[in-house]
């Protein structure tokens, strides 16, 4: 899965700006260290994108939906072979 590179950057820059006013000379490495930590770490979670997630919930949904169909057929006519 791809992440967003703007959510990345943004997440290490928030990051660096947290380190203290003395180490600012180091900001800007440590900003990139903190970007490439993250995108390793994140890059060896299991993850789907929301769209992804959305279009197997969906299809979860209508097989859910046929499922329940089937069943209830089924049991009509299990209703009407016990007539």
């Known amino acids: 899965m791809a992440f967003d590179p703007k959510s990345l950057d943004d997440l ?3 990051l ?3 380190v203290p006013p003395g180490l600012t000379a180091l900001k800007n490495d440590l900003e990139q260290n903190f970007k490439a ?3 390793s770490g994140l890059t060896k979670l299991d993850l789907v994108t929301r769209q992804e997630f959305d279009v197997q919930a969906g299809v979860l949904r209508r097989s859910r ?3 329940e169909e089937l069943e209830a057929r089924i049991a009509a006519l299990e209703g009407k072979k016990k007539k």
């Open 16 to 18: 660096a700006d947290a």
């Open 12 to 14: 290490a820059r928030r």
């Open 37 to 39: 930590v993250l995108q």
């Open 65 to 67: 939906e046929r499922l």
